[in-house]
Nanobody, 112 residues
Framework: QVQSVEESGGGLVQVGGSLRLSCSASGSIDSVYAMGWYRQAPGSQREPVAV???????HLANSVKGRFTISRDTTENVVLLQMTSLKSEDTGIYYC?????WGRGTQVTVSS
């Protein structure tokens, strides 16, 4: 069971740059079917970005395919989101979800 998750790694980056977000879980990430990253831009609803399921399969939003990669370390109970070729529209608060548990989010700002 995942009791809590905490995001880190957000920040300010220029268009075309890269960031790596980390989600540290309290509890085994293998205890839930899926761990995911979501984002919420100002004035918009929260949307899914990337999900990794038990067994390692991944699903990425069409808007980030080819640019973002989700991975996990089940020994450290960490889920990573590697973001490259960042665009201004990637700006938002990025949230980690594990089962029904949400983190507080980390801000990603992509400036031109």
């Amino acid at each position: 069971q995942v009791q809590s998750v905490e995001e880190s790694g957000g920040g300010l980056v220029q268009v075309g740059g890269s960031l790596r977000l980390s989600c540290s879980a309290s509890g085994s990430i293998d205890s839930v079917y899926a761990m995911g990253w979501y984002r919420q831009a100002p004035g918009s609803q929260r949307e899914p970005v990337a999900v990794i399921v038990r067994g390692g399969g991944t699903h990425l939003a069409n808007s980030v395919k080819g640019r973002f990669t989700i991975s996990r370390d089940t020994t450290e109970n960490v889920v990573l989101l590697q973001m490259t070729s960042l665009k201004s529209e990637d700006t938002g608060i990025y949230y980690c979800q594990g089962g029904t548990t949400w983190g507080r989010g980390t801000q990603v700002t992509v400036s031109s």
